[in-house]
């Protein structure tokens, strides 16, 4: 009989830890989504900026000078520089034709195609640095993303209000479920509890065993959701190389901390508030 009760407790325990690892599994893919979702925003912002043409009659050391503004200016992500050589070669090897050739003249002029910061790349920003360049000698055009990065900029910011709004949704459903899970392992054994204050425990001493308790199954879950989120991690990285970019070990690490907090986080308020519920009722309130 005695082991027919343990077994059913233990039971119990397992459905509940296994409960809340899929909860804090759930959390967890939520979580990288989001943090993947701001990972490509950046890497989006920072290929976008601006292109400085500059002037036919722009000498080498102005060409150098143009450079060491890119270089120390805080604004500027990676900047790469077209000579009119270099514009007509990429021209031949992508169109097919040597412009030079057929127009007896190089048509292109000196070019930088500046990538700014993501903090940058709205229009506004862009704009506010545009605007002193184009005023500045042997500038001749400018030509700024800014329709692009407006666009990107009202995408992305869709998404993460999306992604916001999910994981608040889901944190309350997730306390509730976490909250339901214990509250029923907690339930089996309100008889024990009644039992402890009629031999006069301390309402401390008799919530200590079921906080350390689901404190453990705590843990114990967020393991269980951390290698799976790992195994995740490893899966969607063999499908592609590039997505280890996206999802970075930084970004797991992060994510299986995060679990952890919340799982010891949820687990003890449930047990907490739960205990609570069976140290104030009487015995014909526990049927």
Not at 106 to 111: D, K, R, Y
Not at 113 to 118: G, L, Q
Not at 135 to 144: G, L, R
């Given at each position: ?8 407790s ?20 939520v ?10 925003t ?15 009659q722009a ?6 000078e ?21 514009a ?6 992508e ?10 003249v ?6 930088f ?6 903090d ?7 704009d ?6 184009q ?10 993303h ?29 306390f509730?479920?976490?909250n339901?899970?214990i509250r ?16 006069g425990?301390?309402r ?5 065993p ?31 190389g ?8 930084e ?18 308020s ?11 009722r ?6």
């Open positions: 009989m005695k082991s027919r009760k343990g077994f059913s233990l039971s119990v325990q397992a459905t509940a830890t296994i409960s809340v690892a899929l909860v804090l599994l759930l959390l967890g893919m979580a990288s989504l989001g943090l993947a979702a701001r990972s490509i950046t890497d989006i912002k920072e290929h976008m900026g601006f292109d400085v043409v500059l002037t036919e000498s080498l050391d102005r060409v150098n143009f450079k060491q503004l890119f270089t120390d200016a805080p604004y500027v992500a990676s900047f790469r520089y077209f000579s009119p050589e270099q007509n070669e990429t021209w031949r090897e169109m097919g034709e040597n412009l030079t050739e057929m127009l007896d190089n048509p292109f002029l000196p070019e195609e500046v990538n700014v910061k993501a940058y790349a709205h229009p506004d920003s862009l506010a640095i545009v605007i002193p360049l005023q500045m000698d042997d500038v001749y055009q400018i030509n700024a800014s329709e692009v990065a407006e666009q990107v900029n009202r995408n992305m910011s869709t998404l993460m209000w999306v992604l916001s709004i999910a994981a608040l949704a889901l944190l309350p459903i997730s509730v479920l976490i339901n899970t029923l392992t907690i339930f089996s054994r309100r008889f024990m509890i009644h039992t402890m204050k009629l031999v425990a301390s401390g001493f008799i919530r200590r079921f906080l350390l308790s689901n404190l453990l199954q705590a843990i114990i879950a967020a393991i269980i959701s951390s290698v799976l989120i790992a195994v995740m991690y490893v899966y969607v990285w063999s499908l592609d590039s997505l280890r970019s996206v999802l970075t070990e970004m797991l690490i992060w994510v299986c901390g995060g679990m952890f907090v919340a799982g010891i986080i949820l687990c003890f449930a047990a907490l508030f739960a205990t609570q519920r069976y140290l104030t009487s015995y014909d309130d526990l049927f």
